[in-house]
């Protein structure tokens, strides 16, 4: 299945599920629970080929970032890569502009990748 099939399965089975002291995960299969750092993490996996060495090479190379913002006054995480913005609200890639003109308001702030790992260990063993 291409990258591109892969995150249509996730949009069509995606059901967004709240967590419980910030636990990051990557979702491997339907059907795939989970919340805003869930769906940027999983749709970068897909993207990398389901590799985690990629996926954690491209967000070491700057190349895509788990973006901090806030829509309509909730804290929120979304996945750039290339230039272009997902989230499991838009759920298609758009431009920043189309998330702004949304009410997405976005800070300076990105997750560093060694945060990204203890998060998604810390999902792991808790």
């Known amino acids: 299945m291409s990258n591109a099939l892969k995150i249509v399965d996730l949009n069509k089975n995606f ?3 709240p ?3 910030d636990r990051w995960r990557i979702m491997k299969k339907p059907p795939y629970k989970g919340d805003c ?3 940027a ?3 970068l996996y897909n993207m ?3 590799s985690i060495i990629r996926m954690f090479l491209s967000l070491i190379k700057r190349q895509s970032k788990i973006r901090h913002c806030k829509v309509n006054g909730n804290r929120h995480a979304v996945l750039k890569y290339k230039g272009k913005y997902i989230d499991n609200i838009q759920r298609d890639w758009v431009k920043k502009k189309e998330m702004k ?4 308001r976005f800070h300076g702030f990105h997750y560093l990748p060694y945060v990204v790992a203890l998060k998604l260990i ?3 063993l808790f």
Do not use: I, M, P, S
């Open 15 to 17: 059901v967004y599920t």
């Open 19 to 21: 967590d419980k002291g």
């Open 37 to 39: 750092e869930d769906y």
């Open 41 to 43: 993490l999983t749709v």
């Open 48 to 50: 990398k080929g389901r």
């Open 101 to 104: 003109a949304k009410g997405y």
């Open 122 to 124: 810390k999902g792991a």
